[in-house]
């Protein structure tokens, strides 16, 4: 390729890694082709009363945000004023679709188009280039050579269903929480809902309300966070802040836990994880305590077998007479266009720098998006990723040699094992995304704001994690930024004060006003303490 020449980009998947994929190529001067299977852009938050073809996670009709709109935007396209805290997933599709119309993404998308294989050319060792075939309904197959690959395809493939003794010769309904879309098949019935993640709380809330009996199967139990802090503020607000990376790890494990513990006992509801918060399985769900308080959910332990009719859990507990099992545990990695050497299909075998680059090409011509989970917001992550691997294919950013590379991979590895007692990869978003951000060259610099606009670094540093925070400098940096970040409180507060009662107006600004003063000098000498250190520095 010429030094004049525009970088061709394959991109796999039309959701939000995808679309930001075409973003962050527009913005570095390369040329995207994004190839999508289905006719609709957005990925998984698409609803679809059936599952389509080859679909892994799936909407169902209840679904709402995990992470409030703030922190759920992307860096230079904030959320509109007027949506709710937490979204619904309605919300969250006309968001990506605004996002896509705003900046003329879509043009750049072959929609109802497969990506058969991507391979590296025969000269990839001297170009770093890669073969893509693709089939376009009704077409013939295509084949295409491109300077780089975004794989933007998602990590849920295909859904999990442990194997269990007897569970081939249950008669009941089985169903994994893929298929599930509402509880109209669940009257008066019995079911085991299976698994402690987020959808496991919402199927096992939401079937409650017309089965007879719920009972909620969880190996190792669960924190669940409920979305709304005792102030009415978003709790991911209150907890993804950097400041806290700096406090030491027990502090900040029993401030999660304290969070999670505030509106009711997990040990007096037979939820309560084996382990600390932040290494163990985390659901966020408001409705699940409640559930169990008016005896419509059971919690009980993991299964032991099933039986023709029934089932019994490791604590001999039986139930004789159930008509159904819902599995809320997960999906398979799958990535069946690429070679397993260079992306590999199980979390335990995963190799990737940084959960994006394969470090063992020799060219890093080639990035997976969105291969993470995180306690907060994920868009804003995958972002990142997307920005950082952009940055790699033009040569702006150098990875270290292979050696250091895989040696962090297993570190990595070796923590996440260490944390949950399996592979996975689910860690909070601030730490990951900084770490991005400062190899991008975005990362906020504490001792430039609070040089030039001491009011911003505070907002920045003691407040909430705003994506906008990473268009304030460095590469792509954007004007706009500094008033996302100023007007995202007001944001959040003022969408739900649809009525403000006569006598009151004015009382709750005062007491708000009163409470940011006492923050603020509470704070102040800490502010100051880390920004001479961080100008000595």
């Not at 990925?43 to 409030?68: E, M």
């Amino acid at each position: 390729m010429s030094n004049c020449a525009k970088m061709k980009v394959a991109i796999i998947g039309a959701g939000i890694s995808g679309l930001l994929a075409i973003k962050t190529c527009l913005e570095e001067g390369m040329e995207p082709h994004c190839f999508e299977r289905y006719g609709q852009l957005g990925g998984v938050w698409v609803y679809d009363k059936h599952l389509r073809p080859g679909q892994g996670s799936a909407i169902y009709d209840s679904l709402t945000a995990n992470s409030s709109k703030c922190l759920l935007a992307l860096s230079d396209f904030p959320m509109p004023h007027d949506l709710p805290p937490y979204p619904r997933y309605y919300h969250v599709l006309k968001y990506f679709q605004d996002y896509a119309t705003h900046f003329d993404l879509e043009k750049h998308i072959t929609f109802n188009t497969t990506v058969l294989r991507v391979e590296p050319t025969a000269d990839f060792e001297a170009t770093g280039r890669w073969n893509v075939r693709t089939r376009t309904e009704g077409c013939e197959e295509v084949a295409g050579v491109y300077d780089a690959v975004f794989v933007c395809s998602g990590m849920y493939k295909a859904p999990h269903i442990p194997d269990y003794p007897g569970l081939d010769e249950f008669e009941g309904l089985k169903m994994h929480s893929n298929e599930f879309r509402n509880a109209d098949c669940f009257d008066d019935k019995t079911v085991v809902v299976m698994g402690a993640s987020n959808s496991a709380g919402d199927v096992t809330a939401d079937i409650s309300r017309r089965a007879r009996q719920v009972h909620i199967s969880m190996r190792h139990g669960c924190w669940v966070v409920r979305r709304m802090a005792v102030d009415s503020t978003p709790i991911d607000m209150m907890v993804n802040r950097r400041i806290l990376q700096y406090a030491p790890k027990p502090i900040v494990d029993r401030i999660a836990m304290s969070k999670a513990s505030v509106n009711y006992s997990h040990d007096k509801l037979g939820l309560r994880a084996e382990s600390s918060l932040l290494r163990s399985e985390v659901m966020v769900n408001d409705e699940i305590g409640d559930r169990i308080m008016c005896g419509a959910v059971q919690c009980r332990p993991a299964v032991k077998r099933f039986t023709r009719t029934g089932v019994e859990f490791v604590d001999g507990y039986k139930i004789d007479n159930l008509d159904a099992v819902v599995f809320a545990t997960g999906y398979k990695l799958g990535f069946d266009f690429i070679d397993r050497s260079i992306i590999q299909d199980s979390y335990a075998d995963l190799d990737l720098f940084m959960h994006i680059f394969p470090p063992k090409l020799k060219h890093q011509t080639l990035a997976v998006i969105g291969c993470v989970t995180t306690l907060g917001g994920q868009p804003p992550v995958f972002e990142l990723q997307a920005r950082l691997a952009a940055r790699v294919f033009k040569r702006l950013v150098r990875l270290p040699e292979q050696d250091a590379m895989m040696a962090d991979v297993k570190r990595r590895r070796d923590i996440l094992f260490q944390n949950y007692g399996k592979h996975r990869i689910f860690f909070p978003p601030v730490p990951y995304q900084e770490e991005m951000a400062e190899m991008i060259g975005v990362k906020p610099r504490f001792s430039e704001l609070f040089l030039t606009n001491p009011k911003l670094a505070f907002q920045v540093f003691f407040g909430p994690c705003y994506p906008a925070t990473y268009r304030l400098r460095g590469p792509h940096s954007w004007k706009g930024a500094k008033q996302v970040i100023q007007e995202s409180w007001n944001s959040t507060a003022n969408a739900t004060k649809t009525r403000v009662p006569m006598k009151n107006q004015g009382q709750g600004d005062m007491v708000s006003a009163q409470a940011n003063t006492l923050l603020r000098i509470g704070l102040a000498a800490l502010m100051i303490f880390v920004a001479l250190t961080a100008l000595i520095a």
